[in-house]
C-alpha cells in the first residue's frame, strides 16, 4: 500500500508565505500526476495545482502567480510554494498522487490559515 502525508499547514498573516510538502511513502512504483487541492469551509474541494511526470504544471487563475508546484521524483515528494497569501486562500490543503499500481490517493489534509 502507499500513502501520502502533508506538513508544514498553519496560521500565517495577509502578505505571508507559507511552503506545504507532501511526501509519499509505501510500495511505491512510480507516480503520474501530482496535485494539491483545498476545501474552504462549506465549499467543494477545488483544484489549486497540478504537476505531472515530466514537469508540466497547472494552476488555477486565483492562485497563478502567487503559488508554485514542484515535485521530486527521486524522493516521492510534492511541494507548494504560497507567496501574497490572501484571506481566501483559507482552507484544508489536501495533496492528491496518481499511483500507477494503486491509483489515486489522498492526503488527510493540513489547514492553512491566513488572518490577521
Known amino acids: 500500500q502507499v500513502q501520502l502525508v502533508e506538513s508544514g499547514g498553519g496560521l500565517v498573516q495577509p502578505g505571508g508565505s507559507l511552503r506545504l510538502s507532501c511526501a509519499a511513502s509505501g510500495n511505491i512504483f512510480g507516480i503520474d500526476n501530482m496535485a494539491w487541492y483545498r476545501q474552504a469551509p462549506g465549499k467543494q474541494r477545488d483544484l489549486v495545482a497540478s504537476?505531472?511526470?515530466?514537469?508540466?504544471?497547472n494552476y488555477a487563475d486565483s492562485v497563478k502567480g502567487r503559488f508554485t508546484i514542484s515535485r521530486n521524483n527521486a524522493k516521492n515528494t510534492l511541494s507548494l510554494q504560497m507567496n501574497s497569501l490572501k484571506p481566501e486562500d483559507t482552507a484544508v490543503y489536501y495533496c492528491?498522487?496518481?499511483?500507477?499500481?494503486?491509483?489515486?490517493?489522498w492526503g488527510p489534509g493540513t489547514q492553512v490559515t491566513v488572518s490577521s
Open positions: 492528491n498522487a496518481i499511483f500507477r499500481i494503486f491509483g489515486t490517493r
Open positions: 504537476i505531472n511526470g515530466a514537469g508540466s504544471t
